[in-house]
Nanobody, 123 residues
C-alpha cells in the first residue's frame, strides 16, 4: 500500500489543522493506522493510532484531548484533527499502516510509511 500525507502548514498557537493520509489499494480497511511526528533534532515519536474496527484508539499523552484520529474506509483515507495547537507540536507528521489490524504505539510494528507533511505552529 502507498500512503500520501497532506494538510500540513503554518498556523498560530491555538489554531487547528486537519491532516489527511490517502492510501492506495483495496485493503486499506484491513490495516491499523497510525500517525507519528519528528521535530527538528529529535527522534520520531508516536502521536495516535487506530485499529481496523475504529473502536480502539491510543494517543500520546502530549496530544490527548486535543488531537483526534479517524478514518473513512470508503475513501481510503485517515485523518488527524489537531486542535489547540502548540509550538511544541511543530514537526513533520507521517502516517503509517500496519497489516496486523491492531492499534499500536510502536513505530517498528508498522509495515508501510508515507512521506511526511510539515506542521509549523508559531507562538
Amino acid at each position: 500500500v502507498q500512503l500520501q500525507a497532506s494538510g500540513g502548514g503554518l498556523v498560530q498557537a491555538g489554531g487547528s489543522l486537519r491532516l489527511s493520509c490517502a492510501a492506495s489499494g483495496r485493503t486499506f480497511s484491513s490495516y491499523a493506522m497510525g500517525w507519528f511526528r519528528q521535530a527538528p533534532g529529535k527522534e520520531r515519536e508516536f502521536v495516535a493510532t487506530m485499529s481496523v474496527s475504529d473502536d480502539i484508539t491510543y494517543y500520546a499523552d502530549s496530544v490527548k484531548g486535543r488531537f483526534t484520529i479517524s478514518r473513512d474506509n470508503a475513501k481510503n483515507t485517515m485523518y488527524l484533527q489537531m486542535n489547540g495547537l502548540k509550538p511544541e507540536d511543530t514537526a513533520v507528521y507521517s502516517c503509517a499502516a500496519r497489516r496486523l489490524g491492531v492499534a499500536s504505539r510502536l513505530e517498528s510494528s508498522y509495515d508501510y510509511w508515507g512521506q511526511g507533511t510539515q506542521v509549523t505552529v508559531s507562538s
